[in-house]
């Protein structure tokens, strides 16, 4: 799914402080069973969740819900919000490659004219009344975001290198470096644990300050046209940033040339993979989980 | 001619300096190097890949050990040749490793002497324990 949009990006630096706060709750609803009159559980099942809008009538998207079947997607609403739903007679779904394309393109298409809460991967309830009672509990909360999503886009963006071409750069024009690799080269000293070791500390420090200064760099060229990032965690040895900014959507053209700008100016160096739009994913984390009490 | 493939060797070690020291010198050696900074990703990188060899650091991550990383090696495939290295040497681990195949070198390593038994080890491939240094 990462590189459903992989955008074109090589180019420049300036630096940044990484931008802003991340927008993010947790919501976990706890209801009675009362509050509602109870309706039944359809015949065919639960309802399927892909995200949140604003929306004060009935919509429908089409016939394109998780499943295979092509069940038709339409909106629970509770006065202004609305959820984006399709029946489903599964309650739990693996997250094949099928029914994650399958989510996402949902979410894709009301994104095109709505802004959206998207909700995680698999969230099923068993009635369409449950979900108003979720909508009604935290209807305060999911309006709040909604309105600080408003107009806002998400971009993603892993930034790897050429470590082996870095450590070679530091070899030559890391003072400390240079010079114990030359005394222990001098001195025959290169099968010797210590100083392969100590050296290898040397070049691991470096490497570190380094990275974590082309990411500051990143940061710094990219936060005038972001209004939010997040730093996730990098996968594997090769990729020293694995980021996603939030952007508003009228300044998308700027971002894009900001990051290919960046890319430029590092040429080779590193390897910058731009992804997006997306809907906000890394900074709304919402979890819808009905907890079922006993009234008391 | 086709390029002859580089043995691949997954690195387990969880000081990531060390681990990069490793990695150099296996790489100047011409191997292809994985590297794993605890028994998880260990786990991971070798639920999807197999190696050539598997070299392990006795001590890992909170209170892993070397010894889990290679039972989930021989696991999915016993001929695997594992090689572990460890700065406490006890007869206990020394035991255990040579029951279960393991070569063993303590550290600190003799550097030419434990990239000659990689070599040989991954030359006999038949993941039959080499003599590993006493020092």
């Known amino acids: 799914m990462e590189n459903r949009q992989r955008r074109t990006a090589t180019k420049a630096p300036k630096r940044a402080a990484k931008a802003d706060k991340n927008v993010a709750e947790d919501v976990h609803v706890r209801i009675t069973e009362f509050p509602v009159p109870p309706e039944p559980a359809s015949a065919q099942g639960g309802r399927y969740v892909y995200g949140i809008i604003e929306a004060k009538q009935p919509l429908s998207f089409g016939k394109m819900g998780i499943g295979g079947a092509g069940e038709p997607v339409y909106t629970v609403n509770f006065q202004d919000i609305a959820a984006i739903v399709s029946k489903t007679s599964v309650y739990i779904f693996d997250p094949t490659r099928e029914n994650a394309l399958a989510h996402e393109h949902v979410i894709e298409t009301v994104m095109k004219t709505h802004t959206i809460i998207p909700m995680s991967f698999g969230t099923v309830f068993r009635t369409d009344n449950d979900i108003r009672e979720v909508l009604r509990s935290i209807y305060v909360s999911l309006k709040d975001v909604l309105k600080q999503m408003e107009g806002k886009l998400e971009f993603g963006l892993k930034v790897n290198w050429d470590r082996d071409r870095i450590i070679e750069e530091l070899k030559d024009a890391d003072e400390e470096i240079r010079r114990f690799h030359q005394e222990i080269t001098r001195k025959h000293l290169q099968s010797t644990y210590f100083a392969r070791m100590q050296l290898g500390r040397m070049i691991d420090k470096a490497l570190s300050e380094r990275s974590a200064q082309y990411v500051r760099d990143i940061y710094e060229a990219l936060r005038g046209v972001c209004v939010a990032s997040r730093d996730n965690k990098p996968i594997g040895d090769k990729m020293i940033m694995n980021a996603a900014f939030l952007v508003e959507r009228d300044r998308e053209r700027d971002f894009d040339a900001a990051v290919n700008k960046i890319a430029k100016y590092y040429g080779e160096l590193l390897n910058f993979k731009y992804t997006g739009p997306w809907p906000p994913y890394n900074f709304v984390n919402i979890r819808l989980k009905l907890e079922r009490g006993t009234a008391s | 001619m086709p390029k002859a493939k580089k043995p691949q060797i997954l ?47 006795l001590s890992l991550e909170q209170n892993h050990t070397g010894f889990e990383v290679f039972e989930r090696v021989h696991k999915r495939d016993p001929k695997v040749p594992c090689v572990l290295l460890t700065g406490y040497a006890n007869r206990e681990t020394t035991e255990r490793a040579e029951q279960a195949g393991i070569t063993v070198f303590f550290k600190p390593i003799e550097i030419d002497e434990f990239l000659q038994t990689l070599q040989t080890i991954l030359r006999n491939s038949h993941g039959k324990p080499a003599k590993a240094n006493r020092n």
């Open chain 2, 11 to 57: 690195v387990v070690e969880d000081e990531a300096s060390v681990l990069l020291t490793y990695r150099l010198m296996l790489e100047d050696q011409g191997y292809e190097v994985f590297c794993a900074l605890s028994s998880h990703e260990a786990a991971a990188v070798l639920g999807s890949r197999r190696f050539d060899l598997v070299l392990c650091d």
